[in-house]
């Protein structure tokens, strides 16, 4: 289970590392897929019945098949090197801005990767804050 949020560097090379606590429950291979203005990336385990749902999704007409191609297609196998590292391909940041600073964030069956001015414009508001308390308070929490 992926949680807690931490800032790190994107460098030149498309490499960023990954907090120890996210190493260890990826393991050593994962799979980054490009989420509308962040990355997601999820276990090998986790990906397969992701996978699996977006086919069901894409059988059943909910999800059309240029999307379902689109998904599939820009998803990458990645492998954390010995210095506890990803890297995103080129094609993934293509017209896609991450920065240089960006900001994992767990969210339970996957790493969320944010560039970090959109992350804090989305989350560290008080209408956030505000929101997740309400939310809490209708889930009975």
Do not use: C
Request: charged letters at 25%; proline letters at 2%.
């Amino acid at each position: 289970m992926f949680v807690g949020q931490y800032e790190h560097t994107l460098d030149d090379k498309g490499r960023v590392v990954l907090p120890p606590d996210f190493r260890e429950e990826l393991g050593q291979r994962g799979y980054v897929v490009r989420l509308g203005e962040r990355l997601g990336l999820w276990d090998e385990a986790t990906y397969a019945q992701v996978s699996s749902d977006w086919e069901a999704h894409r059988k059943s007409g909910t999800l059309d098949a240029v999307s379902f191609r689109k998904l599939t297609s820009e998803t990458q196998r990645v492998k954390i090197d010995g210095a506890g590292r990803i890297t995103i391909n080129k094609s993934l940041l293509e017209g896609f801005s991450l920065g240089q600073t960006v900001v994992l964030s767990g969210a339970l069956s996957r790493i969320e990767i944010w560039p970090r001015s959109i992350y804090t414009t989305l989350h560290d508001t008080a209408e956030a804050s505000a929101n997740v308390s309400a939310a809490l308070d209708r889930m009975g929490f």
